[in-house]
């Protein structure tokens, strides 16, 4: 079985790099739809700690943090190819409440064994590829963090964030998820994405040896979106999602093989 979907991607961008904590880079920008920025700031990282004690051997932790799960609308998506076909999801702070749902596919229903509320301090064992996360009843959710931990068969990943109304990502207040994978290993970095009419941002950073944050691509566009990059696994990768626009805004998939 196969989360990822049968048409290939047509991409708008595409930038090939050699990273390192240093910043080096060599790369082109194609056309108006996208920006190839380099810069480095000294904030801190959106990322966590290497998967905790009590996990299986060899397993990965995905994050996504900083992101709204929005009332009655679609869920973000996240999935894996573990070995076992099982996954243990984990939650961190509040804001509201959160359904996870066991994920099989990147648009199908919920997988065997049914949906359950997700907490922080309890976490959740589910039969699935991954999870699909959404608002409670209640209102839009808040969420610090949520974490997909699992044993993986290879290095595939698919994010679909969700669908939402006209209004809810304007510039006063957009929409944002961050995503790392940890521990960080080094290797190739590919992300094939569809913005299904919306104009999504990426940036792909990693961190500096002194703690700054090093801006690897970013990409930005309506339709296609592709990234090539190479990690040097020194510390963890970190995608940042973005969204502004005042109209309705459709869900983004992106595939990506994250080493």
């Known amino acids: 079985m196969s989360v990822r979907p049968g048409a290939a991607v047509a991409a708008l961008a595409m930038v090939t790099l ?53 009332a009655g609308g679609s869920g973000l998506r996240m999935l894996a190819r573990p070995t076992d076909q099982r996954v243990t999801v984990r ?12 994920a099989i596919d990147v648009a199908g229903p919920a997988g065997p064994g049914g949906c359950a509320a997700l907490e922080d301090g309890h976490p959740l064992e589910l039969a699935a590829w991954g999870v699909d996360l959404r608002a409670g009843a209640g209102g839009d959710a808040t969420v610090d963090e949520v974490s997909l931990t699992y ?9 679909v964030t969700p669908a939402r109304a006209a209004g809810s990502c304007g510039p006063a207040r957009p929409c944002l998820a961050a995503f790392s994978i940890t521990p960080a290993h080094a290797g190739s970095f590919s992300l094939d994405g569809r913005g299904g ?56 998939t992106a595939e990506i093989l994250w080493p």
């Open 197 to 252: 009419g919306a104009r999504p941002r990426l940036t792909l950073s990693n961190t500096g040896p002194n703690g700054s944050i090093n801006t690897l691509v970013t990409v930005e566009g309506g339709g296609n979106l592709s990234i090539r990059a190479t990690l040097d696994g020194a510390s963890p990768a970190s995608l940042a999602y973005r969204e502004e626009s005042a109209e309705t805004i459709p869900a983004f």
């Open 18 to 70: 050699a990273a390192c904590t240093g910043g080096g880079r060599s790369g082109t920008a194609a056309p108006a739809t996208t920006t190839l920025v380099s810069t480095t700031t000294t904030s801190a990282p959106t990322t966590t700690a290497a998967a905790p004690a009590g996990d299986p051997a060899g397993s990965v932790t995905l994050h996504a943090t900083g992101f709204v799960l929005p």
């Open 91 to 102: 939650r961190r702070g509040g804001g509201g409440a959160v359904t996870a749902c066991p």
């Open 151 to 159: 044993v993986p068969a290879d290095h595939s990943v698919t994010l």
